[in-house]
């Protein structure tokens, strides 16, 4: 049995978690640091990183306290190597390769995106290579065919804006306080169908165009059009719920059409969604039904893997570690 002590701290959210390769997650905890962000309207590179200095160490002896475990129960730790804030995730490596040395035990450097792909098979083992992985994230928008584990072809990206960057950028339009995205989620989630079929549709970029590439600045442009003619003091009153869900619907339409599409070009039955975004309950359910009606299946992570967490980074080192022990041992 190996037992994983797994860190996360590439942008804003500090966590921990300790994942065991037969008993599976043991315990986990997570800091976010919205509220410290919130009034500069986006992420402090340097405040996220003094943050996550002040809570990784009460966070992991939280983790261990609920596991009934102590620090030499841990037979390796791993940590996100990137992609994120440079300052961030030198907090996390720093820590995990100092307790990596003082345990004598393996450091296991972990692809931030990888343990997002990968995310949903935490608690849905029937996920199987090859797979028609969708990231989307305030940072990321990418399709995937997962083939095998560290083995991932990029089937298309977006060229602009991530799918969680337009959602907070045209909720930042609409007044809504920072992170935007998940409030316009739930302004959409009670809007009134029928006064949102009367509304103008919004574009959905690069729906019919050959190949799986995204595109969202050219939607959030079109966003910031409509409001400024229709809305010009920003007194939306109740439409602002319609205008959220007439947005999020072009969003989701986009997603979930080139996820199928990707999967049934590459003679694949099995889709899996993961990132921030795929917390989304309409993205979640329009593209679980339209799945269905191809014979896709679709695997979507627990809600707490979606965002950033230590879960995933445990997992994947798991397995990592598993499929390679030799490469962690000095």
């Known amino acids: ?5 797994g860190i996360e701290s590439s942008c804003d959210e500090t966590g921990v978690a300790l994942y065991s390769s037969e008993e599976g997650l043991l315990a986990q905890a997570l800091h976010s640091q919205v509220a410290v962000h919130r009034e500069f309207g986006g992420v402090v590179p340097e405040l996220a990183s003094r943050n996550h200095v002040q809570h990784i160490v009460p966070l992991v002896d939280s983790v261990l306290t609920k596991a009934g475990l102590n620090k ?99 909720a930042k339009l609409m007044g809504l306080a920072y992170p935007g995205g998940p409030l316009l989620a739930k302004l959409a989630d009670v809007a009134d169908e029928q006064a949102c079929s009367e509304m103008p549709a919004f574009p959905r970029p690069m729906l019919n165009r050959p190949g799986f590439d995204f595109s969202f600045s050219g939607l959030k442009t079109s966003v910031r059009y409509f409001l400024q003619k229709n809305f010009p003091l920003n007194d939306f009153g109740t439409e602002i719920h319609n205008i959220s869900a007439s947005l999020q619907e072009a969003i989701v339409d986009v997603i979930s059409q080139k996820s199928i599409n990707a999967a049934l070009k590459h003679n694949i039955s099995q889709i899996s969604i993961s990132g921030g975004v795929s917390a989304n309950s309409r993205l979640r359910n329009k593209l679980s039904e339209n799945a269905s009606k191809k014979g896709i299946q679709l695997f979507m992570p627990n809600l707490s893997y979606c965002l950033d967490n230590a879960a995933m980074i445990g997992f994947l080192a798991s397995k990592k570690y598993k499929a390679k022990p030799a490469d962690y041992v000095d």
């Not at 049995?1 to 002590?5: G, I, P, Q, S």
């Not at 849905?124 to 995937?144: I, K, M, N, W, Y």
């Open 1 to 5: 049995m190996l037992r994983v002590l």
């Open 72 to 170: 030499t129960d841990i037979d390796a730790v791993a940590y996100t190597a990137g992609p994120g804030l440079v300052g961030a995730l030198l907090v996390g490596a720093s820590f995990a390769k100092s307790l990596s040395f003082a345990l004598n035990i393996p450091a296991i450097a972990v692809h931030h995106l990888e343990a997002h792909l990968l995310a949903a098979k935490l608690d849905s083992p029937d996920l199987e290579f090859p797979f028609t992985a969708l990231l989307v994230s305030g940072g990321h928008t990418q399709l995937f065919e997962a083939r095998s584990l560290g083995n991932y072809a990029l089937l298309g990206e977006t060229l602009d804006d991530a799918v969680g960057e337009a959602f907070d950028k045209t």
